[in-house]
T-cell receptor, first 113, second 115 residues
């Protein structure tokens, strides 16, 4: 079982609609969760991080965390063509000085004008 | 502004030569830096953990003699790909954990093409 799993997509969403990206993780000790956006040929850029159960909102983005279900999601409201990219989910585990940031394989999102 | 600076952003080299990639932490001292490799349409795979003042820790399957890591100071780590081959062509990215231990900052990445 992969440690962080994402649907690889592609996920196509009409412009202006809500895009919903999902991620599950296997290690219950994971403490923080990150969503990165990666354009082709570029390095990942951080969109949001979340470490408490519930929702965290930042502009058009909302991250949702459910530790009991080991589930993290990212909602993008009012989707724009510029949101078309691959979205990487990552889980962070820090244990006695050792840390591990594990990435999912990413979901490719396409916003259709 | 950028928190982590990685150079070069792209490099083309001949097979058998060596390439050095630099990763600098700009805003804070980083005792630990991480090096990842990403092949097309795949996720980031951790190669090694770079520790200032000590030897790097390599992930299983990564050749330490081929991928030399030097963490010379609290703000600089280098990855040298020795005797590069076409199969080493990839996107190499460094990462630094933020001082609050809740964030991860990436360098801009280096696209290596070995011909």
């Amino acid at each position: 079982q992969k440690e962080v799993e994402q649907n690889s997509g592609p996920l196509s969403v009409p412009e202006g609609a809500i895009a919903s990206l999902n991620c599950t993780y296997s290690d219950r000790g994971s403490q923080s969760f990150f969503w990165y956006r990666q354009y082709s040929g570029k390095s990942p850029e951080l969109i949001m991080f979340i470490y408490s159960n519930g929702d965290k909102e930042d502009g058009r983005f909302t991250a949702q965390l459910n530790k009991a279900s080991q589930y993290v999601s990212l909602l993008i409201r009012d989707s724009q063509p510029s949101d078309s990219a691959t979205y990487l989910c990552a889980a962070f585990l820090s244990n006695f000085g050792n840390e591990k940031l594990t990435f999912g394989t990413g979901t490719r999102l396409t916003i259709i004008p | 502004g950028a928190v982590v600076s990685q150079h070069p952003s792209w490099v083309i080299c001949k097979s058998g030569t060596s390439v050095k990639i630099e990763c600098r932490s700009l805003d804070f001292q980083a005792t630990t830096m991480f090096w990842y490799r990403q092949f097309p349409k795949q996720s980031l795979m951790l190669m090694a953990t770079s520790n200032e003042g000590s030897k790097a820790t390599y992930e299983q399957g990564v050749e330490k003699d081929k991928f030399l890591i030097n963490h010379a100071s609290l703000t600089l780590s280098t990855l040298t790909v020795t005797s590069a081959h076409p199969e080493d062509s990839s996107f190499y990215i460094c990462r630094v954990t933020g001082p609050l231990n809740t964030e991860a900052f990436f360098g801009q990445g280096t696209r290596l093409t070995v011909v």
